[in-house]
C-alpha cells in the first residue's frame, strides 16, 4: 500500500522557517518525480514546488521563490520543503504528491501526481 506522509508542521512568527518532510512508503521516490501543494482556508490547491526524479529540474511558484527550496534524499525515500522567510499568506495545509510513473520533468498539475499525502499544517501569524 502506497503512503505519503508529511511531517514538520508548526505555528510560526512571519519570518520564521520550518521544514516539511514527506516520506514514502510502500513505492520508492528514486525513478518519481515529487509535487508540494498547499490549500489555504476556502481556496484551492495550488503548486508550489517540485523536483524531477534526479533532482536535475525543479520548479518553484513565483510566491515562493527565493524563500523556499525542495530538495530530495532517495536514501531515505523523503522529499523536503525548506520554507524559510514565512508569511502570513503561506498559511496553509501543505500536501506532498508523487507521480505514478518515471517521467523526465516534474509538473505543476494536481492531475499530473497519483499519490497524496494527508497533508501538514503551517500557519504563520503576523
Known amino acids: 500500500q502506497v503512503q505519503l506522509v508529511e511531517s514538520g508542521e508548526g505555528a510560526v512568527q512571519a519570518g520564521g522557517s520550518l521544514r516539511l518532510s514527506c516520506a514514502a512508503s510502500?513505492?520508492?521516490?528514486?525513478?518519481?518525480?515529487v509535487g508540494w501543494f498547499r490549500q489555504a482556508p476556502g481556496k484551492e490547491r495550488e503548486f508550489v514546488a517540485c523536483?524531477?526524479?534526479?533532482?536535475?529540474?525543479?520548479y518553484l511558484a513565483d510566491s515562493v521563490k527565493g524563500r523556499f527550496t525542495i530538495s530530495r534524499d532517495d536514501a531515505k525515500n523523503t522529499v523536503y520543503l525548506q520554507i524559510n522567510s514565512l508569511k502570513p499568506e503561506d498559511t496553509a495545509v501543505y500536501y506532498c504528491?508523487?507521480?505514478?510513473?518515471?517521467?523526465?520533468?516534474?509538473?505543476?498539475?494536481?492531475?499530473?501526481?497519483?499519490?497524496w499525502g494527508q497533508g501538514t499544517h503551517v500557519t504563520v501569524s503576523s
Open positions: 504528491a508523487a507521480a505514478a510513473s518515471w517521467r523526465r520533468y516534474c509538473g505543476t498539475g494536481r492531475d499530473e501526481y497519483a499519490f
Open positions: 510502500g513505492l520508492s521516490f528514486s525513478t518519481l518525480a
Open positions: 523536483i524531477s526524479w534526479n533532482g536535475g529540474a525543479k
